[in-house]
Each structure stands twice: as structure tokens, then as C-alpha cells.
């Protein structure tokens, strides 16, 4: 069964820092696009990065540049997102999601339609 699973939320103050990680199963990150979504209260879900099937390809939105990275550990087969200096803004139910197979090595060619596998989300909640 293919599936993808999200920890690492949690409660931070702003300025801090929250690695996600996204760990999947069922099938190998060498075939397959990870991205990373979020929604908030009262808005539409909005990726914010993601990572290709060669690990070279990264893409990130530009609220996110410089703060987020996106990353990943073949080994384990989880992808990870390190989000420093985080801000109230940021606060949200972040989702990681796969598009398997893909063929491209592109994560950027990927639209939102084409990731099939959802995680459950994990929540984000950036306040003092």
C-alpha cells in the first residue's frame, strides 16, 4: 500500500524552527515527486515546496525562500522540510503528498492534481 505519513508539527514561538519529515512507503523516492502543502484557516491549500524524483530538482514558494528546506534521506525514504525563522503566518495543517510514478526528474512540471497520495497533515501553530 502506498502511503505517505507527516510528523514534526507542533506549537513554536515565532523565530523558531520545526523540521517536518514525510515518510513514505509502498514505494521509492527515486520514482516518485514529494511535495509539501499548507492550509490555513479560512484559505485554500497553497504548495509550498517540493522535491523531484533525482533529489536535484527543488522548488520553493516565494513566502518560503530562504527559510525552508526541503530534503531527503533515500535510506530512510523520508523527506524532510527544516523551516526556520518561522512567522504567525506560517501557521497551518502542513501536508506532504507523492506523484508516483513520475518520469520527469522535474518537481516543478508536477501539478497540484497529479500528487495521489495524501498524508493526514500535521499541524503548525507559530505564536507566542
Known amino acids: 500500500q502506498l502511503q505517505v505519513v507527516e510528523s514534526g508539527g507542533g506549537l513554536v514561538q515565532p523565530g523558531g524552527s520545526l523540521r517536518l519529515s514525510c515518510a513514505a512507503s509502498?514505494?521509492?523516492?527515486?520514482?516518485?515527486?514529494i511535495g509539501w502543502f499548507r492550509q490555513a484557516p479560512g484559505k485554500e491549500r497553497e504548495g509550498i515546496s517540493c522535491i523531484g524524483r533525482s533529489g536535484i530538482s527543488r522548488k520553493y514558494l516565494d513566502s518560503v525562500k530562504g527559510r525552508l528546506t526541503i530534503y531527503r534521506d533515500i535510506a530512510k525514504n523520508t523527506v524532510y522540510l527544516q523551516m526556520n525563522s518561522l512567522k504567525p503566518e506560517d501557521t497551518a495543517v502542513y501536508y506532504c503528498?507523492?506523484?508516483?510514478?513520475?518520469?520527469?526528474?522535474?518537481?516543478?512540471?508536477?501539478?497540484?492534481?497529479?500528487?495521489?497520495?495524501w498524508g493526514q497533515g500535521t499541524q503548525v501553530i507559530v505564536s507566542s
Open positions: 509502498g514505494f521509492t523516492l527515486g520514482n516518485s515527486t
Open positions: 503528498a507523492a506523484a508516483w510514478p513520475v518520469y520527469s526528474p522535474l518537481c516543478t512540471v508536477i501539478p497540484q492534481g497529479r500528487y495521489g497520495y
